[in-house]
């Protein structure tokens, strides 16, 4: 079983950064791969990054190309996403997911987190 927790939410004008973080639980977090989603007010959950289980690949929604940025540190358990260059469109709430072995786009994760609100004033 793998417990995932994010933090690094939070109020940033637009234009600005920051560093989400999600902590996984568990001796196999090499395992898996890992993703980001976000579902934003009123909008459904869609995908945002992802990265295979060794690190070596990664991928990106059209919507964040070029400004956020996924990577995992395996010896700490843990999996960022940083964000630059924000917008009021990435407004959400953003929520790291854990799938064994295999990166997809769809919302097809074994684990999920209890997401971190970022909000991005205009």
């Known amino acids: 079983q793998v417990q995932l927790v994010e933090s690094g939410g939070g109020l940033v004008q637009a234009g600005g950064s920051l560093r989400l973080s999600c902590a996984a639980s568990?001796?196999?977090?090499?395992?898996?791969?890992m993703g980001w989603f976000r579902q934003g007010p009123g909008k459904e959950r869609e995908f945002v990054a992802a990265?295979?289980?060794?690190?070596?690949?990664?991928y990106y929604a059209d919507s964040v190309k070029g400004r956020f940025t996924i990577s995992r540190d395996n010896a700490k358990n843990t999996v960022y996403l940083q964000m630059n260059r924000l917008k009021p469109d990435d407004t959400a709430v953003y929520y790291c997911?854990?799938?064994?072995?295999?990166?997809?786009?769809?919302?097809?994760?074994?684990?999920w987190g209890q997401g971190t609100q970022v909000t991005v004033s205009s």
């Open positions: 997911a854990a799938r064994y072995r295999y990166v997809t786009y769809r919302a097809e994760y074994d684990h």
């Open positions: 568990g001796r196999t977090f090499s395992s898996y791969a």
């Open positions: 990265i295979t289980w060794s690190g070596g690949n990664t």
